[in-house]
């Protein structure tokens, strides 16, 4: 299309969407072109073609969805323009606004006028706010600090002066009784954000709690949101408010930010056990979480919207409130300006429009229970107004994909897929088979109003995994199962990937409801280096329609039987292994890779009966020492990790070498109830290689010898910093460097 403007002149180019587009997140690839000739191309704008959610009247009051926001940052018409984003994709309840020191900038100065405002914009969104209770204004400080403080952070981030406190939501609470029902005391307490005592916070709580009952019976109060549970956060912190806090607050505040794997461990290990103190129930409240955008895996982050949500809600939270609605900046490498689920320029990712889903089917829904929950698939289903909802999605990256089979009374039923865009399906007598997704789906089942139960499938994968070594036969176990009342016959058939062999599996006769497992021999080519293939097996009864399960097998790198062999299991040299925290910015563009020289690595496996050995050769142009191993990360240290197969959790150790020139480990993860074993690092250096020479013990990482020959799963990383700070790093596969997911680890064995 062409445009004649004059100097100064805008036009705009209004977009004809056909109605039957498919719903979703559509991107533009635009080029500018002037009369020379001369072409620049420009930014991909981001499109959302939605089904809008909202905004809508009422609540859910058994969960409330909704969103962080930082209104009080922007101008009145960003901050409208926002709160419509919000409304629109069914947001209903928001942590924005103003916060202490800007409420009551001198003692009994209250200027409420900006927040009034506020809360009555979003209202006209039917959107409701929580209120965060903090931070510290200067002059309620302890006396001195102010004028002794370093920077603001140290007053600011301080224990307030527990009168004042009091006397501000006391004056707070009346003026918002009815208004505000949620209250939350301080951000992430268990970090800097709160630099007093444990003591303090605890007689804080008390204050706010004592001003509220006095002033809004009503209100309900949150423990401030506690980031993590483990390393990052002050020892025991938590604990101690929990333990003996409890009778001040109602709900249990928490974030854990980062990817759905990591939160599901952490929420069902580590925090419930910490939370077998509380004598009443303190439903958790999520009021801070989200997962940020790091080298375009924004669909990561939409699949996230949907199975943090889901699973808080299944757990019995109160609440859970995404993290963030609007990017913060620009700077790609920077989680904060990432977050969000539109850009600072309001184009929407993926996860808006996931969002948006979620709440149009599920806004008003009722949870009914967990219906399918085992390492390859998990559902769990809803009550509707107009019968059910299952929200089902694959438990693992490496899984079987399995048929989710549902016995229901439903009379019509349909998938709909992450973005909203929906599919009619079969139903034959009251049984529905449909295949998991590839990302978190819907099956509405309209009418439906006994409790949906599963059903058997007619082929299931009847082991845990398969791990193959290239060219050797590997047996894949399966069952086959007839429904039906009566004989059937079961035909057998493959589709095969062009990289594995099998022979043709035949035919079987089965008699009513009768179930038999089968092992099926399929060879990976001696050409497959690591990953996964992924043969699909079909069957149909009696000449009917075909179902399908796709098997993944993955493919093991081997390890080298005492020395090393004498080329690298694996060579990280190309973009393919590179993620870089220094691209699409015009400031730091001297720092993105160039190329082996600049950066590659050569990784060399092998193992004895007692250690697992790795020898990592690292070329680097500016090669940067650590101050300490646990910081490695940030200079150019090594983050190696291992899952284990049976253990809760996965190890990540720590391999530098220090700025005196000694060798630095440090383990940064293990499973639950595994000490950190002792590693042994040697670092050498020929020309511009470092070269490291690493010894893992078996027995401390919980693996004795025969479980290297079944298959454990392995990562690495090497970071590069070349004097300015991390600019990225090379790595074998995704899953520690930007978000922990031992999934999609590559598998070694003997």
Same mark, same amino acid.
């Given at each position: 299309?062409?445009?004649?403007?004059?100097?100064?002149?805008?036009?705009?180019?209004?977009?004809? =969407?056909?109605?039957?587009?498919?719903? @979703?997140? !559509?991107?533009? #690839?635009?080029?500018?072109?002037?009369?020379?000739?001369?072409?620049?191309?420009?930014?991909?704008?981001?499109?959302?073609?939605?089904?809008?959610?909202?905004?809508?009247?009422?609540?859910?009051?058994?969960?409330?969805?909704?969103?962080?926001?930082?209104?009080? *940052? =922007?101008?009145?018409?960003?901050?409208?323009?926002?709160?419509?984003?919000?409304?629109?994709?069914?947001?209903?309840?928001?942590?924005?606004?103003?916060?202490?020191?800007?409420?009551?900038?001198?003692?009994?100065?209250?200027?409420?006028?900006?927040?009034?405002?506020?809360?009555?914009?979003?209202?006209?969104?039917?959107?409701?706010?929580?209120?965060?209770?903090?931070?510290?204004?200067? =002059?309620?400080?302890?006396?001195?600090?102010?004028?002794?403080?370093?920077?603001?952070?140290?007053?600011?981030?301080?224990?307030?002066?527990?009168?004042?406190?009091?006397? +501000?939501?006391?004056?707070?609470?009346? $003026?918002?009784?009815?208004?505000?029902?949620?209250?939350?005391? !301080?951000?992430?307490?268990?970090?800097?954000?709160?630099?007093?005592?444990?003591?303090?916070?605890?007689?804080?709580?008390?204050?706010?709690?004592?001003?509220?009952?006095?002033?809004?019976?009503?209100?309900?109060?949150?423990?401030?949101?506690?980031?993590?549970?483990?390393?990052?956060?002050?020892?025991?912190?938590?604990?101690?408010?929990?333990?003996?806090?409890?009778?001040?607050?109602? +709900? $249990?505040?928490?974030?854990? $930010?980062?990817?759905?794997?990591?939160?599901?461990?952490?929420?069902?290990?580590?925090?419930?056990?910490?939370?077998?103190?509380?004598?009443?129930?303190?439903?958790?409240?999520?009021?801070? &979480?989200? +997962?940020?955008?790091?080298?375009?895996?924004?669909?990561?982050?939409?699949?996230?919207?949907?199975?943090?949500?889901?699973?808080?809600?299944?757990?019995?939270?109160?609440?859970?409130?995404?993290?963030?609605?609007?990017?913060?900046?620009?700077?790609?490498?920077?989680?904060? $300006? /990432?977050?969000?689920?539109?850009?600072?320029? !309001?184009?929407?990712?993926?996860?808006?429009?996931?969002?948006?889903?979620?709440?149009?089917?599920?806004?008003?829904?009722?949870?009914?229970?967990?219906?399918?929950?085992?390492?390859?698939?998990?559902?769990?289903?809803?009550?509707?107004?107009?019968?059910?909802?299952?929200?089902?999605?694959?438990?693992?990256?490496?899984?079987?994909?399995?048929?989710? &089979?549902?016995?229901?009374?439903?009379?019509?039923?349909?998938?709909?897929?992450?973005?909203?865009?929906?599919?009619?399906?079969?139903?034959?007598?009251?049984?529905?088979?449909?295949?998991?997704?590839?990302?978190?789906?819907?099956?509405?089942?309209? *009418?439906?109003?006994? %409790?949906?139960?599963?059903?058997?499938?007619?082929?299931?994968?009847?082991?845990?995994?398969?791990?193959?070594?290239?060219?050797?036969?590997?047996?894949?176990?399966?069952?086959?199962?007839?429904?039906?009342?009566?004989?059937?016959?079961?035909?057998?058939?493959?589709?095969?990937?062009?990289?594995?062999?099998?022979?043709?599996?035949?035919?079987?006769?089965?008699?009513?409801?009768?179930?038999?497992?089968?092992?099926?021999?399929?060879?990976?080519?001696? %050409?497959?280096?690591?990953?996964?293939?992924?043969?699909?097996?079909?069957?149909?009864?009696?000449?009917?329609? =075909?179902?399908?399960?796709?098997?993944?097998?993955?493919?093991?790198?081997?390890?080298?039987?005492?020395?090393?062999?004498?080329?690298?299991?694996?060579?990280?040299?190309?973009?393919? /292994?590179?993620?870089?925290?220094?691209?699409? /910015?015009?400031?730091?563009?001297?720092?993105?890779?160039?190329?082996?020289?600049?950066?590659?690595?050569?990784?060399?496996?092998?193992?004895?009966?007692?250690?697992?050995?790795?020898?990592?050769?690292?070329?680097?142009?500016?090669?940067?020492?650590?101050?300490?191993?646990?910081?490695?990360?940030?200079?150019? *240290?090594?983050?190696?990790?291992?899952?284990?197969?049976?253990?809760?959790?996965?190890?990540?150790?720590? +391999?530098?070498?220090?700025?005196?020139?000694?060798?630095?480990?440090?383990?940064?993860?293990?499973?639950? /109830?595994?000490?950190?074993?002792?590693?042994?690092?040697?670092?050498?250096?020929?020309?511009?290689?470092?070269?490291?020479?690493?010894?893992?013990?078996?027995?401390?990482?919980?693996?004795?010898?025969?479980?290297?020959?079944?298959?454990?799963?392995?990562?690495?990383?090497?970071?590069?910093? #070349?004097?300015?700070?991390?600019? @990225? !790093?090379?790595?074998?596969?995704? @899953?520690?460097?930007?978000?922990?997911?031992?999934?999609?680890?590559?598998?070694?064995?003997?």
């Amino acid at each position: 299309r062409s445009f004649e403007l004059a100097p100064g002149e805008e036009a705009a180019w209004p977009l004809d =969407w056909p109605a039957a587009s498919p719903r @979703g997140i !559509w991107r533009c #690839d635009l080029v500018l072109r002037n009369a020379s000739g001369r072409e620049q191309r420009l930014n991909r704008p981001a499109f959302a073609c939605l089904t809008p959610a909202g905004p809508t009247e009422g609540r859910n009051p058994e969960f409330e969805i909704g969103m962080n926001m930082r209104q009080q *940052g =922007w101008s009145r018409a960003e901050c409208e323009r926002e709160s419509q984003a919000a409304a629109a994709i069914g947001a209903k309840l928001l942590r924005t606004g103003f916060t202490w020191e800007s409420l009551e900038p001198a003692p009994g100065e209250f200027r409420f006028e900006l927040l009034d405002e506020l809360l009555a914009m979003n209202a006209k969104y039917g959107m409701r706010q929580i209120f965060m209770v903090a931070y510290t204004p200067a =002059w309620a400080a302890k006396p001195g600090l102010v004028a002794n403080a370093k920077d603001w952070n140290e007053w600011n981030k301080s224990a307030p002066d527990p009168d004042a406190l009091e006397a +501000f939501v006391e004056k707070f609470a009346e $003026h918002y009784r009815g208004k505000i029902e949620f209250y939350e005391f !301080w951000n992430e307490p268990d970090l800097d954000f709160w630099r007093g005592t444990a003591e303090e916070y605890l007689e804080c709580l008390k204050r706010v709690r004592r001003a509220l009952k006095k002033s809004d019976p009503e209100a309900k109060l949150i423990t401030g949101g506690f980031a993590y549970v483990g390393a990052r956060s002050k020892p025991g912190f938590q604990e101690q408010v929990l333990a003996e806090g409890q009778d001040d607050f109602d +709900f $249990h505040g928490y974030h854990q $930010h980062g990817d759905f794997s990591e939160y599901e461990r952490v929420l069902e290990g580590p925090l419930a056990r910490m939370r077998r103190v509380l004598r009443s129930p303190k439903p958790i409240f999520f009021t801070e &979480t989200g +997962f940020y955008i790091s080298n375009g895996n924004y669909l990561q982050q939409a699949e996230n919207v949907v199975r943090k949500i889901v699973h808080a809600w299944a757990t019995g939270a109160r609440g859970y409130l995404w993290f963030n609605m609007r990017d913060d900046g620009f700077l790609p490498g920077y989680c904060e $300006h /990432n977050y969000g689920l539109v850009t600072n320029d !309001w184009y929407p990712k993926e996860g808006f429009a996931a969002f948006n889903t979620l709440n149009l089917l599920l806004g008003q829904a009722r949870y009914g229970g967990v219906l399918l929950r085992n390492p390859r698939t998990t559902a769990h289903w809803f009550r509707r107004d107009d019968g059910q909802a299952v929200v089902f999605w694959k438990s693992g990256r490496g899984t079987v994909e399995e048929p989710l &089979t549902l016995l229901t009374d439903a009379a019509e039923a349909e998938f709909v897929d992450l973005f909203g865009n929906a599919t009619p399906l079969k139903l034959s007598a009251g049984r529905l088979t449909v295949p998991v997704p590839e990302h978190p789906g819907y099956l509405l089942l309209k *009418g439906a109003a006994r %409790a949906p139960e599963c059903g058997r499938s007619v082929v299931s994968f009847a082991g845990t995994r398969v791990t193959a070594s290239p060219g050797v036969p590997s047996g894949i176990r399966v069952t086959l199962h007839n429904p039906l009342p009566a004989e059937a016959v079961a035909e057998l058939r493959w589709k095969l990937p062009e990289n594995i062999d099998a022979p043709a599996p035949g035919k079987r006769r089965l008699a009513a409801g009768e179930a038999v497992e089968l092992v099926l021999p399929v060879t990976v080519s001696e %050409a497959t280096r690591g990953g996964i293939v992924r043969p699909e097996l079909q069957v149909r009864l009696n000449g009917g329609d =075909w179902s399908s399960i796709s098997i993944p097998v993955n493919v093991a790198t081997r390890i080298a039987d005492g020395a090393y062999p004498a080329e690298p299991q694996f060579t990280l040299d190309s973009r393919a /292994n590179l993620v870089s925290q220094m691209e699409h /910015n015009p400031y730091t563009a001297h720092r993105v890779w160039s190329g082996p020289e600049d950066q590659s690595v050569r990784i060399f496996l092998a193992s004895d009966d007692t250690e697992l050995k790795f020898r990592v050769e690292v070329t680097d142009d500016v090669h940067v020492k650590s101050p300490g191993a646990a910081s490695s990360f940030m200079e150019d *240290g090594i983050q190696l990790a291992l899952a284990v197969p049976g253990q809760n959790g996965h190890w990540e150790f720590g +391999f530098a070498e220090l700025e005196d020139g000694s060798p630095g480990t440090h383990c940064w993860i293990r499973p639950d /109830n595994l000490a950190e074993p002792r590693t042994k690092l040697a670092v050498s250096a020929r020309g511009r290689v470092t070269i490291y020479e690493i010894a893992i013990p078996l027995a401390g990482i919980g693996a004795a010898p025969e479980q290297l020959k079944r298959g454990i799963q392995f990562n690495l990383l090497v970071n590069d910093n #070349d004097g300015e700070g991390r600019d @990225g !790093w090379m790595q074998i596969a995704p @899953g520690i460097g930007e978000a922990k997911n031992p999934e999609l680890y590559p598998f070694i064995l003997k």
